[in-house]
């Protein structure tokens, strides 16, 4: 069994920052990439960034400079610094890790819950 538990969500007003946690627990062998997405009220998941195994990164044009991942291999973790944040950014966030839970066994995706990002004055 695997658990995804992100934090740091809140409210922060325009042009501010927050940075996102997300620690897995559980079964772990090995992590391959690591993603954040985002869901806005209304609105379809979508992915933001992503860094992989050999710490290559991904983000999408509207986050690239503001937005920040990386990952603590030896905690089970990875983060999403993000800075000069608009409302535009408000959603929750999830945190989504391939995991392999033995060494033989398959790579599985799983999701965290969630965590509630606000950008307003």
């Known amino acids: 069994q695997v658990q995804l538990v992100e934090s740091g969500g809140g409210l922060v007003q325009p042009g501010g920052s927050l940075r996102l946690s997300c620690a897995a627990s559980?079964?772990?062998?090995?992590?391959?990439?690591m993603r954040w997405y985002r869901q806005s009220a209304g609105k379809t998941r979508d992915l933001v960034a992503l860094?992989?195994?050999?710490?290559?990164?991904y983000y999408i044009d509207s986050v690239k400079g503001r937005f920040t991942i990386s990952r603590d291999n030896a905690k089970n973790m990875e983060f999403l610094q993000m800075t000069n944040l608009g409302p535009e950014d408000t959603a929750v966030y999830l945190c989504?890790?391939?995991?392999?839970?033995?060494?033989?066994?398959?790579?599985?995706?799983?999701w965290g819950q969630g965590t509630q990002v606000t950008v307003s004055s």
């Open positions: 989504n890790v391939d995991i392999k839970s033995s060494l033989l066994g398959p790579m599985r995706t799983y």
């Open positions: 559980g079964s772990i062998f090995s992590i391959g990439t």
């Open positions: 860094i992989d195994s050999a710490d290559n990164t």
